[in-house]
C-alpha cells in the first residue's frame, strides 16, 4: 500500500511561547502569511500584542498594546492595529506610525490583501486602504455585504487584483452551517452571489496557450444537495484565442461520520496547482486544479480543533494552519516521494499521474511514462513521443536510449529526421542536458550560426567534452563553452590563440584557477614579444598579489636576450620601489649600462625612480660608463671618493660638489676641507667657505672653525661665521665672529653683534673686551648693560678715567641702573657731590626703591635727601618716595605721629617693621592705616606689647569674623586677656546691634560657649536694650542645650520669646536627648496654642517625645486618655505595634479609627500569631478601606482561625482579594480544607486537584485535572495515583500526558523507577489509538518491549515503524541485542546500508535474501567491499549470486584484489568472465592465471586475443617455459605482440614453430632478425623454410645476403624466385626514373643509360633474367600462409644508402658487400662522401658499386 501522499507536521505550540489559549481564536490571533503570527491577548488586567516571528527561530516580542485585533504586513515588519473604528499602521523597523484611520462603522473583518493594502469590511461595505500617502480608505462601489447574521470568515483578491471574493457563514436549519460567497468584479462594480463555504483564486498555465489564466476555485453547497467543487476561469473573453478554462464541477466525498461538515478554508499550494481545503471538522482535501479530481482526504481529523487561519508556505510549497484554542500551528505540504504513487496504487488514475508527475517533476511515473512512450512509437506518432520524453518529470526518459531509438527510426519522405525532430522539441522545453548537448553538436557539425544561437540561448550545457567537439570548429564557440563550463586551462589557451592576453588575469582570477604563467609566458614570448611585455606586467601588476615571480619573467626574458623587452617590463614592474625588489633593480641598471645605454641610466638616477638597489655595483658600472657623478654619489668609501674627484676633474661643477658634500658623513666632509685647503689654501678657500656655511648644522660650527684656525684663516672664519651668525644660537659662532671682527678691525660688527646677539657667553666676551681695550668702549657697555655687568662696567670706566661715559651711561643708555652706578661708585669712594651730581641730573628716571635700597645698605640714605625732598615737592606720589621721606623724619623724629596719620602714600607694612623696634604704639598706627591688610602684624605687636584694649576695640570695630576666628583660636595664649577686655571694656561700649551680633557669631564660631553663656547673660538677664531680643534668646537657650544642660530647664521657665517648637526638636534630638525640656516645651506651647490645628500637632509631639525618645508608654496613654485625640491615640498605637504589643495596639488603633498601617499589623499580627486580634481589627479597616491585601489577609485570618463558613460565607460575597495567592498559601502550609473551598471558588482545578490528592480523594482530584486539562496537573495526579496504586485513574491521566512529547519520557521514568512496567506498557498499547498520538508514544513503546517484550517488538515494528522515532528506536533494539528487529527498522528507514552492516557484523540476524534487498541499495561501496569479505567467511556458496547482483556498482579491480588476498580467486570464475568485457588489467590477468592453473589454452588465447589490457611481458614469461606447447606458442606470440621480436622469433625457433618464426620476423620490420632466421634455417638446412623466408620477408631482404647464403649453400632454385622478382622491381624503378627524367639534357641521358648498362651487364652475368615470380606462377607455395603481395609503389631514392641497391638522388649503385637496407623503405639515408659532382667514378669491389652523382 502507498504511503500517504502528505507530509503533516507540527511546527509550534503557541501556549508553549506563553501565549493565553484563551487567545488563539478567529479574531485575536491572525497569520497573514509565513512569515509572523500575531495574537491579542490579555492577562489580568495587561492587554498585549504578541508576535511570533516563524522567520527567526520562533521569536516572540511581547508589546503592552491594548489592541483587540492585530495583523501584520505578509512581507515586511509592518503591523496594522485596530481597537474599536480607530485603525493604526506602524512600520516596527523604523519605530514609525505610518497611518492612523477613525472608521464610521464597526469593522467586522479586516486582512491584507497585497503589501500595501488592507480590506476592511463593515456591515455596510468593503473598502481598500493603501498604506501608501495619505488617502482615507476607498469603498468599493456596488459591493454589499452579507445581511446580519452572517460572519465573514474569509475575503480574497485575485493575482490581477481585478476580483474579490467575500466569503460568510451562517447558522442554518437543523444545525447545518450555510455559507454565502459573493464574487465581485473590480472592473464592473457589480457582484454575483454563490452558495458555498470557502474559495480562492489561482493562476494557473493552461496546455496550449500562452497566456496564464486566472482561476476562480469554490465550493458550492446548496440545500439538500452534495457539494460540489467549482474551476472555472474568470475576467476572460469566452471568445479569445484558446476559449475560457472551465471544468465540470466535480462532487466532494465529505466523511461518513461528519455528514454536516463545511470548508473553512481554501488554499491554492504556490507553484504546484494543488488545492488544499480544510473542513471545521479537521479533515483535508487535495483537489488537483486542471482536472478538478479529489487527490486525496485524509482519513481521520489532522487536528481536533477547528483550523481557523490558513496561510501558504513557500518554502515548503504548502500550507500553515494554526488550531483554535490548543494552539497548534501545522505545516501541509505535499509528499513529493508519494504522492504519484499515491494515485497510481489507491487512485489507480494513471493520467492524473502522469500529468501531476509531469507539472511538479515528481519521481514515481517512470513506468508510466516508458510504456506511453513505446505506445506513442508503436503508433507511429514520434512527435508525441519526443515531446513525452521532453516533458518526463526529472528527465526519466532523457536517456542516450532514446536518442539511440529515435535515430533508429526510418525518415519518412518529406518529414524531417526523427531525430531532429526530438532535439527540436527538446529546445522548445528547455535546455539539453551535456549528453544530449554533445550529440546536438554532432549532428548539426558545421553549423556554427546554429550552435552559436544555442548557446546564447542557454539551450546547450556546457562542459570539457562540448568544448572539445566545438573547437576545430569555432575557437570562439569553443572558449565560450569553456568559460559556462568551468574549464579554465583550455579557455586560457583560447585567449592566447585570439591574441587577447589582457583577458586571461582576470578571467584566471573570476574562476579561482591558478594557472602556470611561468610556462604561458615561455610560449608567448617566443611568439609575441610585445604581447609577452604586457602580460608579464598584469600578473605582476595584480591587485590580489603577484601571479609570477619578477625575477622568473626577468630570467624568461634574458634566456632569449630580449633586452628591450626586459628593461620595458622591470621599469613598469618596479615603479613602486619596494626594498625588496632592490636586487631587481640593480639588475636593471646593469642590463642598461652594459647594454652601451648610459643617458637612459643617468635619466633614472637622476629622477630617483629607485632607492634599493646595491649601490657599489651601480658606483662601478657608473665609472665604467664614465658618469662620474652619479659614481661618486654611489661610493661611500673616501679612497673611492678621493679617486673619482680625481679622475673626473672638470666633469665634476662646483654645483654639484656643492650637493655632493652634503650627502657624506661628517668625518669624510671635514677631511676632505681639510685636504682642499692644505691643497691650495686660496685657490679653494671660496668653495670651502661655501661648504662650510652651507652644510654648517651638519658638520657642525666648532670643527669648522677648528679648521679655519688651524690654517689660520680668520678671513675665511670671518666669511664662513658672517654667513651663519645671524641664525646661529651657538655662544662660539657669536664669540669667535666678534673676535674675528675684532682683528680685522671690524668694530661695527664687534658693536652690533654685542648689542643684539643674545647667544654668546656674555663673561667671555666681557674679558675679551676689556683685554682688547678697543678704542671705543660702547662693545662692551653693551655687553655688560645686557647681562648685569654694571658693577665691572662702572669699575672699569671709572679706572680708566671714563666718567664721561658713565654719565651718559646712566642719563641716556639705562637710567633704570643708576642705583648700582651709584653704589659702586660709593663702593670705589667716588666724590659725593660727583654722586649727588648725577642723581640730580637723572631726575625721577632713576628709580627710587632701589637707590634707597643701596644707599640705606651702606648706611648713606641722607645722601638721597635732597633729591628726594625735590620729588615730594613736585608732587611725587610713589610709595618708595614717601617710605624713604618717613623713614627720615622718624629716624630724626620730625613730628611721625602727624606723618603716619594722615600721610596717606607710604605702606603701613614697610614704616610698621621700622616703627615696631623704635616705638610700638607708632607700629600700631601704621598698622591700623593698612586698612587690614597688616591685621596680623596688628596682633603681633599688641600681644607682644600688652596692648589688649586696643586690640579688642579694633576687632570689635573691625567686624571680621576670620580675624575674631584668628585671635579666638585655642592657641592664642592671649584669648583670656582678650575676651575679658571684650566682655568688661569693649562690648559694653558699643551701642550697635551689629557689632553686638557679630562679636556673638565669632564667639559662637569658636565654639566658646561658656564665655557666650556668660556674654549672653550680661546682655539678655541683665537689664541691656538687647534683652527682649527673640535670636538672643533663641541662642542662649540653644548655647545651654550645647554646653550647659542644667540650665536649659531654667531658661525654658524664665524666657517666653522665643522659637518654641523649634528649640524642642533641636532638643529632642539625638545628639542632645533632652527629651524631658522637649517634652515641657510642648506642652508649655500647646497651652498657649491658639487654634485646634496648632494644639493638635504639639500634642502629638508631646506623644511622640514620650513614645519614641522616653519609651514611656505608660505615660503616653495616660497622656492619650487625657488629651483624647485620634493623632495621639494613632500615635501610641504605632508605638505599642513596634513594642509588639498587637492587643493593644489594636484597641488603640480601633479607638482611632486609624487604617493607615494595616499592612504593618498584618506583619505584627501574623508573626506572634494574634489572628482574633488581627480579625477584629481587620473588620474595622475595611470598613473603610477596599483593597485587596485586607480582604486577602482577612481571609487567611479566618482560615488560620478555623472559621471556615465564615470564610466560605465571605469569599461568596463580593470581595477584592487574592484568593489565588492565599489559596497557595494555604496549600504550602498544610491547610488544604481551607484552600479546597478557595480554589473551588475561583476554579483552579490545577490546585484543586492538588488538595484532594493531599486529602486522598483520588476519584475527585482526577475529575479535578479533567476540568484543569493541565499537562503539569495530570502529572502530578498520574504521579500520586501510581504511588497509592490506583492505576485505573493513573492511566486516566497517562493518556492525556503522553500525547505530549515533551512529558512523554519524565511518565516512562516515573513507572519504571516504581516498578510497573506492565502498567506502563498497558497505558501506551492504549495511547496507540489516541487522536493525538505522536511518534513518541509508538517509539516509547516499542523501547519497552525490547527491555521487557521482547517477543511483541517484531509485531509492533511491523504496524507502526513509519510513526516511530526510528534512530532512537534503533539505539533501543541495539542495546537490546535485538538484531532482526534492528535490521528490519535499518530497512525501513532507507538506511540499507546499516542494514547490511548490522548483518555483517552479527550474522544471527543474515538473510541472504534479505541482504541482497539491502546490498542493491545501499550507497556507500564500502559496504559491498565488506559484504564480499562477509560472503567469503560465511557464505561462500552463495558469493556468486552476491557478486553478480553487485556488478555494475563494483570496482571490479578491488574485488579481485580483495579475493586474490583471500585465496578465493576459483570461486568467482564466473563473475571474473562476466566483467572480463570491461576489460580491466586486474581483472584480465587474474582470469590469465586462473586459465594457465586449469591448463586451458584455448580459454587463454580467447582472453589475450580479445582483452588487452594487462601486463602482457610478466605473462608471457610466466608461460614461456610452460610444459604445453600451446601455451609457449602462447608466449612468443605475446613477445610478437610487443614487438620483442628476437625472444619470439627464439621461442618459436626453439619449439620448431618454424611459420610463427618466420611470421614474426615479417611483422618485425627487421632486417638483421631475417638475416638471422635466414642463416638459422641455412644451418638447420632447411631449405623449404629458407625459401619461405625470402618469399615473405621480401622486402626486409638485401639481395646481396641472400644471394651469398644461397650461393655458398647451393640454393639457387629456392633462392631464384626471389631475385627474379628483385630485378623486376629494379627494371620498373628504372622505367619509372627515365619517364622523370626525360626532359633532362643528353649528359644526364647517356649517364642514365650507362647506368641501365651496367645493371643488365650484372643481370647478364648472373644469368638473371624474367617478368614475373615464379613463386607465384605455378610454382610451389614453399610454405606460404597468403599470397605473395609485393609492394606496387615506391619511393624515389629509396634503397640502400651509401651503396647497395639504386638511388636517384644521391650516391648509390649495385655491390655485393654492402651494409643491409631494407628494399623500397622511407628510411633516413646515411649519406657518403663522393668526388665532386658532375661526373662518373666507380667500379666493382668490396667498398662500393657502381655508381655515380648527377
Known sequence: MAQHPIVLLELLDLPALGINPEAVKFGSTTMESDKFIVTCETVGDQQNVVMVDLQAGNAVTRRPISAEAAIMNPVSK?????????????????????????????????????????????????????????????????????????????????????????VGISAGSNGVIDGRIHLYSIEKSRYQQLQGHAGCFATIKVPGRTDPAQVLIFEE??????????????????????????????????????????????????????????????????????????????PNRIAKDTVFATATQDASNGVLGITARSGKVLQMNINEQTIVPYIVQVLRDNQLAINISRRLNLPGARDLYVAEFNKLLAQGDTAGAAHLAAESPQGILRTQETVDRFKQIPTIAGAPQ??????????????????????LVELASGRTQLIEKWLTGDKLEASEELGDLLYPIDANLALSVYIRANVPEKAINCFLQRGEFDKIVAYAQKVGYRADYTHLLQNLVRAHPQGAVDFAKRLVANEQGPLIETQAVVDIFMSLNRVQETTAFLLEALKANKREEGHLQTKLLEIILLSGNPQFAEAILQNEMFSHYDRPVVAKLCEQAGLFQRALEHYTNLADIKRIMAKGGAALSPDFLLAFFGRLNKDTTLECLNDLLGANLRQNLQLVVQVATKYS??????????????????????????????????????????????KLGQLKEVERVCRDSTVYNPQEVKAFLMEAKLPDPKPLIYVCDRHGFIEEMTGYLYTNNLKKYIEVYVQKVSPAKTPQVVGKL???????????????????????????????????????????????????????????????????????????????????????????KLDPSLAFLAYCRGGGSCDDDLIRVTNENGLFKDQARYLIEKRDGELWAKVLAEENQHRRALIDQVVQTALPETETAEQVSETVKAFMAANLSVELIELLERIVLHGSKFSNTRSLQNLLILTAIKSEKERVQDYINRLDNFDGPEIAKIAASEQYELYEEAFAIYVKFAKAAKSAEERGGLNRAACEVLVDNLRALDRAKAFAERINEPEVWSKLAKAQLDDDNVHEAVNSYIKASDPAHYSDVIVVAQRYGAFGDLVRYLKMVRKQVKEPQVDTEYIYSLAKTSKLSELEEFIAAPNVANIQNIGERLFEEGNYEAAKLLFNNINNNSKLALCYINLNQYREAVDAAQKANSISTWKEVNVACVKVGEFRLAATCGLHIIVHPDHLEELIQHYERTGHPAELMQLLEQGLGLEGAHSGVFTELGILYSKYLPEKLMEHLKIFHNRMNVPKMLRACEKALLWDETVYLYKEDGQPDNAVKTMIEHPVAFHHELFLDCIQKARNQEVYYRAIAFYLEQQPMLLERLLSLLTPNLDHARVVHQLRRAENLPLVLPYLKSVQKENI??????????????????????????????????????????????????????????????????????????????DTAAQSGEADLVEDLLRFFVSVQDRECFAAVLFTCYELIRPDVALELAWRNNYYDFFMPYIIQYLR??????????????????????????????????????????????????GPALLANEAFNPTTSYEIGGGGGGGGGYGAGGAGGFGMALPPQGYGQQQQQQQVPYPPQGGFQGGFGPQGGYGGSW
Not at 634707597?852 to 625735590?870: D, F, G, K, T, Y
Not at 619509372?1632 to 647517356?1646: M, P
Request: proline fraction near 5%; glycine fraction near 6%.
Open 221 to 298: 453547497k446548496k440545500s439538500e444537495q452534495p457539494a460540489k467543487l467549482f474551476v472555472m476561469e474568470v475576467g476572460r473573453d469566452k471568445d479569445a484565442p484558446g476559449g475560457v478554462f472551465r471544468l465540470q464541477p466535480q462532487f466532494i466525498q465529505f466523511p461518513a461520520e461528519a455528514p454536516n461538515d463545511f470548508p473553512v478554508s481554501m488554499t491554492s499550494a504556490p507553484g504546484q496547482d494543488i488545492i488544499f481545503m480544510i473542513t471545521r471538522m479537521g479533515y483535508l482535501f487535495l483537489f488537483d486544479i486542471h482536472t478538478g479530481k479529489t487527490i486525496y482526504r485524509t
Open 1481 to 1558: 588489467s586486474v581483472v584480465n590477468e587474474a582470469l590469465n592465471e586462473l586459465y594457465i592453473d586449469d591448463e586451458d589454452y584455448a580459454a587463454l588465447r580467447d582472453s589475450i586475443d580479445s582483452h588487452d589490457n594487462f601486463d602482457q611481458i610478466a605473462l608471457a614469461v610466466k608461460i614461456e617455459n610452460h610444459e604445453l606447447l600451446e601455451f609457449r606458442r602462447l608466449a612468443a606470440a605475446l613477445y610478437r605482440k610487443n614487438k620483442r621480436w628476437a625472444q619470439s622469433v627464439s621461442l618459436s625457433k626453439a619449439d620448431k614453430m618454424y611459420k610463427d618464426a618466420i
Open 697 to 742: 648644522d651638519q658638520l657642525g660650527p666648532e670643527p669648522l672653525v677648528k679648521m679655519f684656525e688651524k690654517f689660520k684663516s680668520f678671513e675665511g672664519l670671518y666669511y664662513y661665521l658672517s654667513a651663519i651668525v645671524n641664525t646661529s644660537q651657538e655662544p662660539l659662532v657669536h664669540f669667535k665672529y666678534i673676535e674675528a671682527a675684532a
Open 418 to 439: 526523427p531525430i531532429f525532430q526530438y532535439f527540436s522539441i527538446l529546445l522548445e522545453v528547455g535546455p539539453l542536458n551535456k549528453s544530449e548537448s554533445l550529440q
Open 826 to 916: 660709593l663702593d670705589l669712594d667716588c666724590n659725593e657731590d660727583f654722586v649727588r651730581m648725577l642723581l640730580q641730573s637723572i631726575g625721577i628716571a632713576c628709580p627710587v626703591e632701589e637707590l634707597v635700597e643701596q644707599v640705606e645698605r651702606r648706611n648713606r640714605l641722607r645722601i638721597a635727601q635732597p633729591w628726594l625732598e625735590s620729588l615730594v615737592a613736585t608732587g611725587n606720589t610713589e610709595t618708595a618716595t614717601h617710605n624713604a621721606i618717613g623713614k627720615i623724619y622718624i629716624t630724626l623724629n620730625r613730628d611721625p605721629v602727624n606723618f603716619l596719620k594722615n600721610n596717606q602714600f607710604y605702606d603701613p607694612l614697610v614704616l610698621g617693621k621700622f616703627c615696631e
Open 1625 to 1674: 622491381h629494379a627494371h620498373e624503378r628504372i622505367k619509372a626514373l627515365e619517364a622523370r627524367t626525360a626532359s633532362l639534357d643528353v649528359a644526364h641521358k647517356e649517364a642514365e643509360s650507362s647506368a641501365a648498362a651496367a645493371v643488365g651487364d650484372a643481370a647478364v652475368s648472373l644469368g638473371l633474367y624474367g617478368n614475373h615470380l615464379m613463386l607465384t606462377d605455378g
Open 78 to 166: 509592518v503591523l496594522a492595529l485596530r481597537a474599536g473604528t480607530q485603525l493604526q499602521i506602524f512600520n516596527l523597523e523604523l519605530r514609525a506610525k505610518m497611518k492612523s484611520y477613525q472608521t464610521p462603522d464597526p469593522i467586522i473583518f479586516w486582512r491584507w490583501v497585497t503589501p500595501n493594502t488592507i480590506a476592511l469590511v463593515t456591515q455596510n461595505g468593503v473598502y481598500h486602504w493603501s498604506i501608501e500617502g495619505d488617502a482615507p480608505p476607498v469603498k468599493l462601489d456596488k459591493f454589499d455585504v452579507f445581511p446580519e447574521g452572517t460572519q465573514v470568515i474569509s475575503y480574497k483578491l485575485s493575482g490581477d487584483g481585478k476580483w474579490a471574493l467575500l
